[in-house]
């Protein structure tokens, strides 16, 4: 048995990467997660490439710094713009995105062969799930969509109710496209299932939560460096701005209590 106790480095731009520590809690619970949430330099979905490339070489090697055996990018957005970047850099550990993964999924959920995507303006733009489907399977039609205010609702909290109903209804009312699966290509998205399944309530919802949670167990398996010790992983998070604000609303996202996270000046 193998107990590799060191922890997995996931990061995102602020809260929305909660929703894969919360699929990894639940898939590998005896591994130690540490979290981090750039809160200051959020949205990254609207940024240059070059900014977000150096954001997420800044994080990569902080957590690398606090000795985690993988990273994981729990952002779609950063996976688009920085994935080869961080593999190249850090060649020492693995380093996955989160569109490979749930591009692999959604390709073994569609029957029609047409998938929508939809995620921040930078994602969509990056074309990154297009290549991912087509590289799967060349006769997948890929729709895509930006819905850039999902993000901001988000980071609010405001995950029900009357304004953000109208917002997917805006986007996504006309968004149809004979599509049977549809990506819900940021990692923040998954918070918004509920209102998003009432406007497409016939379409498949894949969320990169699940399906990286998934690949990220065939890598620790892989690579060996799985944590085989039966005792519950901690959870440590860090941020660049707000952690109380993040401890709050971070506790409502993953449904447990988030320990204090730690303020991240500089790296
Ligand atoms: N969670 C990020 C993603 O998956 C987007 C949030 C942002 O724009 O910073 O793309």
């Known amino acids: 048995m193998i107990m590799d106790k060191r922890p ?20 590998l619970p005896n ?15 609207v940024k240059s490439k070059d900014l977000v490339i150096q954001y997420s070489n800044q994080i990569a090697g902080f957590l690398i710094k606090k000795n985690a055996k993988m990273i994981i990018i729990a952002c779609n957005t950063a996976t688009a713009m920085a994935l080869k970047e961080l593999e190249n850099n850090f060649k020492d550990i693995p380093i996955i995105g989160v569109i490979g ?9 569609s029957i029609n062969k047409n998938i929508g995507v939809i995620g921040t303006i930078a994602t969509i733009k990056s074309n990154a799930y297009e290549s991912a489907l ?31 109903n109208l917002i997917v209804e805006h986007y996504l009312s006309s968004f149809r496209n004979d599509i049977d699966t549809m990506i819900l290509g940021c990692t923040h998205y998954p918070l918004l299932e509920p209102v998003i399944k009432k406007y497409v309530s016939d379409i ?17 398996n892989d690579c060996k460096i799985k944590n085989g010790y039966n005792k519950e992983g901690s959870l440590e998070c860090f941020v660049t701005d707000l952690p109380r604000q993040f401890e709050k609303l971070g506790r409502i ?4 209590t988030i320990k204090e996270p730690q303020l991240v000046n500089e790296f």
């Open 204 to 220: 498949k919802l894949v969320d990169s939560a699940s399906a990286v949670a998934k690949y990220a167990n065939d890598i620790l």
């Open 134 to 164: 087509k590289s799967i399977d060349k006769n997948i039609n890929v729709f895509s969509k930006d819905c850039p205010l999902f993000v901001p609702f988000v980071e609010e909290g405001m995950v029900e109710g009357e304004a953000i």
């Open 253 to 256: 996202f993953l449904g447990e």
């Open 31 to 45: 591994e130690s997660i540490l979290y981090f949430g750039d809160t200051a330099r959020l949205p990254y979905g």
């Open 8 to 27: 997995i480095g996931v990061f995102d731009s602020g809260l929305g990467g909660l929703t894969v520590v919360k699929a990894l809690k639940k898939l």
């Open 101 to 109: 993964p749930s591009s692999i999924q959604a390709s073994l959920e």
